[in-house]
């Protein structure tokens, strides 16, 4: 009998020191200026175009939310804001959603080791969820040291109280050490990485740049000289002058004007490409350490970002809109042969394209199906593995995102986008023949038929914008 039991625990461990491991990468607020992507012709980013490389580049991904909050919240909860009633970033997750089980809590329940570092949830850790964290996940607070300038603003005077205190940039007179930040959560993963581990482990990266503020060490912003920098190719003058009047709003919020009224334009652009370049090199760090690691082949590889940026598209600066320039995000997977994933054994094809429309909600129980976990109960997660496995397979599914509040959202296909607002305005785009959404098809009776097709992919039933007790005041 204890012969037996012996044999049976011996089992059960080498079963899960044979599932494969989950490498999670976030990175904030980056839109498509990628290489791989083509978002703007002068971006470096030759670790995000290796790692797309490698594996399967979606590039018709969208986030399920157009800032952090609901965005991150639907990623880890596989709940879509018109599930959670959570659609804006001062929204309170755990106040809304006080029995939800994240991602690395379900890894961990099922046998893994959650870890991870830096910013994965809307400026906080939830420290339930997690086996470690760095920094200390007892103290809630995701972000390591980090150096700033003490005097602020250092390039762009604050307008006023609607400003957002860190819409700031500057090079910084640092090295990547002395910074800190990014480069100390990009330490903690690689030391993990190279660590042995007695259970498969489900690693969450978040590296926080390009999110503002744009302050990285100077060598960043080197490649990048002033006198040639370019607006990004989805600009184009009066591109408001067909959108209703709420996506005209919620596109002039003021930044655009402001930045432009004191000559900042330029500068804005020089400092995201230099935070993105940034970015990159802290990437290039952690595959670096991934390839040394005794775990290279045993480790599926996520990368996502939360939302997009607009730098002028639309008259806007920032996040929080229903265009692609926003919505639309770097998704890549690696999936090696060598790790016997359950849902993917034979792993996935270098250097596959997929253009299928897909969410980030889908994150969820993609990773469950591959690690061969049951399927999450209650949640709304399509796996992406038939994907993963045949970038061109079929795949009648639409894609939406939703704004600030119920009723203002966008639904993407892999030819169209529909923008809906609550007052009933609209926004129709053919994406093949108008890429950088310049046109709005609602009015032309034309497309009446493809609106109606557009608007009926709607979800049926809305949930109401949660009440939340708490604000978290100029976080964006």
Not at 133 to 139: A, I, S, V
């Amino acid at each position: 009998m204890i012969r037996h039991l012996c044999l049976l625990i011996l089992l059960t461990s080498s079963a899960a020191l044979a599932a494969p491991n989950v490498l999670f990468i976030a990175v904030d607020d980056l839109n498509d200026w990628i290489g791989c992507l083509g978002g703007h012709p002068q971006t470096k980013t030759p670790n995000f175009d290796r790692l797309a490389a490698s594996g399967v580049l979606f590039r018709n991904a969208y986030c399920a939310g157009a800032s952090c909050n609901p965005s991150r919240t639907a990623i880890m909860t596989g709940l879509p804001a018109h599930r959670s009633g959570l659609y804006n970033n001062r929204q309170k997750m755990r106040e809304l959603l006080p029995d939800a089980e994240l991602l690395p809590h379900y890894f961990s329940r099922h046998g893994y080791w959650s870890a991870g570092s830096g910013k994965i949830l809307h400026y906080f850790i939830d420290a339930a969820s997690w086996d470690d964290y760095f920094p200390d996940k007892l103290k809630d607070d995701p972000f390591p040291r980090t150096f700033y300038p003490s005097k602020r603003p250092v390039n762009l005077p604050r307008a006023g109280d609607w400003q957002y205190d860190e819409t700031d940039w500057a090079p910084l007179d640092v090295t990547d050490e002395q910074f800190g930040g990014d480069w100390l959560v990009s330490k903690w993963i690689g030391e993990q990485l190279q660590r042995p581990h007695d259970k498969p482990f489900f690693l969450a990266c978040g590296l926080y740049r390009p999110h503002e503020p744009w302050f990285v060490p100077k060598q960043y912003f080197e490649p990048f000289p002033l006198e040639s920098i370019q607006p990004g190719p989805d600009v184009k003058e009066g591109d408001l002058d067909d959108v209703p009047e709420e996506g005209q709003r919620i596109a002039r919020n003021r930044y655009f004007e402001h930045i432009q009224k004191q000559g900042q334009w330029k500068q804005g652009i020089q400092s995201y490409l230099a935070s993105i370049h940034f970015a990159d090199a802290m990437l290039g760090r952690v595959l670096d350490a991934l390839e040394k690691s005794p775990h290279r082949d045993n480790t599926i590889v996520v990368l996502w970002s939360d939302h997009g940026w607009h730098l002028g598209e639309k008259e806007h600066w920032q996040k929080f809109t229903g265009w692609r320039v926003c919505d639309r995000i770097p998704l890549m997977v690696r999936v090696p042969k060598e790790a016997v994933a359950p849902g993917l054994p034979e792993g996935t094809r270098a250097g596959s394209v997929c253009d299928r429309p897909v969410s980030l909600v889908d994150l969820f129980g993609t990773l469950t199906d591959l690690c061969g976990l049951p399927a999450k109960a209650g949640i709304e997660s399509r796996s992406l593995v038939p994907l993963l496995r045949e970038p061109s397979a079929p795949w009648p599914h639409a894609v939406i995102t939703h704004l600030d509040r119920p009723q203002n959202y966008a639904i993407s296909t892999e030819r169209w986008r529909y923008i809906h607002y609550f007052d009933g305005g609209e926004e129709l785009y053919d994406i093949v023949s108008d890429p950088h959404e310049w046109t709005n098809l609602a009015s032309k009776p034309e497309h009446a038929a493809k609106l109606a097709e557009m608007r009926a992919l709607a979800p049926k039933e809305m949930a109401p914008l949660a009440a939340s007790g708490g604000k978290e005041a100029g976080k964006k």
